[in-house]
């Protein structure tokens, strides 16, 4: 069983082979992988990033316009320009977390809290998002809160139809689809649990992304006469699981840190659109890096991504999609802590694993 829970390198033509100039992969680099880990550069950000600033606008406007004049549009042409504009939004939000347009983190926050996919506050997405960039927590279920596996405990305790949705979510389609209603659903339990806990720093990021949600209500519902159920089904949706894409392919577990972040190198349409967040092991490597310059500076320093990352790279999302819109991509439980379950299990002559892993 346990070969179910190991990557492949060789699905297709996913992973294009290292060229010769690359390093080579040895043992004695996977028992050091801390260095060959590049260390996070710290950018001086100016006092107002003026492109971040003009995106925002842009995003914005373009929001205004596209609800405003939402009853003169079709719908065939309103569900993409939504699904774009909440996924620019979303990214957005991004380069906020990382300290843009502004050096005031407060006022980042007015600026990128109008969540167009509506069930995320911004707090939050702010928090998990920091904690996400500790790399040696990378795609560890139990620390890094953005990661797509989960441990072999919470696989246990999943009911038959929770571990349904999670197998069909392990494809690009299932993702696409699925995901926006299923972490829709995930983000709105939060506010209940904070109660029970008492959490104060969660309930504040909720109260304030009540207020945020109060004001987009009035202006869909209230000033564009749009129903929730459509803005829903041509905005939030579409525009989610367009952001779902590029974080389906940005990690993968591996034994050296700076290989679990991926590098796509996608056309200038779908880069924009995720503000070069596509280029995601450089933007581990030096988070404080505007999105406006992450092309160049990864044309510089591609061979050194590249070779850092053990060449994990993907040729656009094109070949995301040919390789994995029906199939997963990548195990559902994380595959080092699947080999030590399996391991604590044989050593406690316990055969309890074995319906689990069967199960994946």
Partial sequence: MLERFELSDERENWLEEAPEALPEATPEADAQPAARVAAPVLIATPRLD????????????AFTAATWFYHELAWWLVLPLGAIIVCLQSSL??????????????????????ALWLWLPYGINRDFHLRHHVNEHLTDPDLDPESNYVSPEAWARMSPAHRTLRQAMATLLGRIVIGPVYYAACSF??????????????????????????GLGWWIVGVCDIS?????????????????????????????????????EAGRIMSFLYLY???????????????????????VMRNKILGESRYHLIKGYGALFRNYLLDA??????????????????????????GLYSAA
């Fill in 50 to 61: 003026v492109p971040t600033l003009l995106l925002a606008i842009g995003i914005y406007g």
């Fill in 93 to 114: 939000q991004h380069e906020a977390i990382h300290g843009y347009p502004t050096r005031l983190a407060w006022l980042n926050y007015v600026i990128a809290a109008p």
């Fill in 189 to 214: 339990r939060d506010p209940m649990r904070a109660l029970r806990k008492r959490d104060g720093v969660v309930l504040k990021h909720w109260a304030l992304h009540g207020i945020v949600l109060a």
């Fill in 228 to 264: 929730i159920a459509e803005y829903l089904l041509l905005f939030v949706w579409p525009g989610t699981g367009l952001a779902l894409i590029r974080s389906y392919a940005e990690h993968r577990s591996a034994p050296d840190v700076a290989a679990r972040s991926a590098t796509v």
């Fill in 277 to 299: 967040n596509n280029l995601h092991a450089l933007h581990h490597a030096q988070p404080t890096l505007a999105w406006h310059r992450r092309a160049r500076r990864y044309r």
């Fill in 329 to 354: 991509k990548e195990p559902i439980v994380h595959p080092a802590k699947a080999r030590s379950g399996l391991r604590t299990a044989s050593t406690a002559g316990s055969s309890a694993s074995d």
